[in-house]
């Protein structure tokens, strides 16, 4: 079967086993987005810096610390651990080039707001190595969208307490990109990283009543 045909039978596929909130298909172009919503732990926390938590949200029941080293000038870190049961979805967004599948794998970037470019390299190299060890030739985005939903906490380590860090992929002057250049931290700041995880969760809580 020619590259243009398993495009679009796969596209066709994808669209069929998962719905509009998680599969996107691109009007454009041959590809499309994926959302990827993880399954957390019961009983899940973030330990957040307490200095970028709004002051309702802060609570010193729930607040630990990190000392400086000693003999050190360092100040103590305060954090919260806050509940959620909902964090933004991973997004994987793909391009097909005209090889694919015969000998090209997909383009693609993964974002998302509380995983750092560092952890969201580790998920490209990951599916690199998927793409590596078929050898080509047949299509892949179903077994990619399955390992990230499935295999995603385990990989990554992520468990509860879990640090929520934002990270800039820049090094010093902006001059070099740390990571792998398919992989964004989609937020500006600490600060308003804290503040969309907490709006996010609290949406999808009320969803789901």
Same mark, same amino acid.
């Given at each position: 079967?020619?590259?243009?045909?398993?495009?679009?039978?796969?596209?066709?596929?994808?669209?069929?086993?998962?719905?509009?909130?998680?599969?996107?298909?691109?009007?454009?172009?041959?590809?499309?987005?994926?959302?990827?919503?993880?399954? %957390?732990?019961?009983? @899940?926390?973030?330990?957040?810096? =307490? *200095?970028?938590? $709004?002051?309702?949200?802060? #609570?010193? &029941?729930?607040?630990?610390?990190?000392?400086?080293?000693?003999?050190?000038?360092?100040?103590?870190?305060?954090?919260?651990?806050?509940?959620?049961?909902?964090?933004?979805?991973?997004? %994987?967004?793909?391009? @097909?080039?005209?090889?694919?599948? =015969? *000998?090209?794998? $997909?383009?693609?970037?993964? #974002?998302? &707001?509380?995983?750092?470019?560092?952890?969201?390299?580790?998920?490209?190299?990951?599916?690199?190595?998927?793409?590596?060890?078929?050898?080509?030739?047949?299509?892949?985005?179903?077994?990619?969208?399955?390992?990230?939903?499935?295999?995603?906490?385990?990989?990554?380590?992520?468990?509860?307490?879990?640090?929520?860090?934002?990270?800039?992929?820049?090094?010093?002057?902006?001059?070099?990109?740390?990571?792998?250049?398919?992989?964004?931290?989609?937020?500006?700041?600490?600060?308003?990283?804290?503040?969309?995880?907490?709006?996010?969760?609290?949406?999808?809580?009320?969803?789901?009543?």
């Amino acid at each position: 079967m020619a590259d243009d045909e398993q495009q679009e039978d796969e596209l066709l596929a994808l669209a069929s086993i998962y719905d509009e909130r998680i599969f996107i298909p691109s009007s454009e172009e041959k590809g499309g987005q994926f959302n990827v919503f993880l399954d %957390l732990p019961k009983a @899940f926390e973030l330990k957040i810096r =307490s *200095r970028y938590l $709004p002051k309702d949200s802060r #609570s010193k &029941k729930n607040r630990t610390s990190d000392h400086g080293a000693s003999g050190t000038t360092e100040k103590t870190e305060c954090y919260e651990l806050l509940d959620v049961e909902y964090l933004p979805p991973i997004v %994987l967004n793909f391009r @097909f080039p005209e090889d694919y599948p =015969s *000998r090209s794998p $997909p383009l693609f970037t993964l #974002s998302c &707001k509380w995983l750092t470019v560092f952890k969201l390299s580790k998920l490209c190299k990951c599916l690199d190595e998927m793409w590596a060890e078929d050898g080509g030739g047949e299509v892949i985005l179903f077994r990619w969208t399955q390992f990230l939903l499935d295999e995603t906490l385990t990989i990554l380590n992520v468990e509860s307490p879990f640090l929520l860090q934002y990270k800039k992929a820049h090094g010093q002057n902006n001059k070099k990109r740390r990571g792998d250049p398919r992989a964004f931290q989609d937020v500006a700041s600490h600060y308003k990283l804290v503040g969309a995880i907490l709006e996010y969760d609290q949406q999808e809580k009320k969803k789901s009543f």
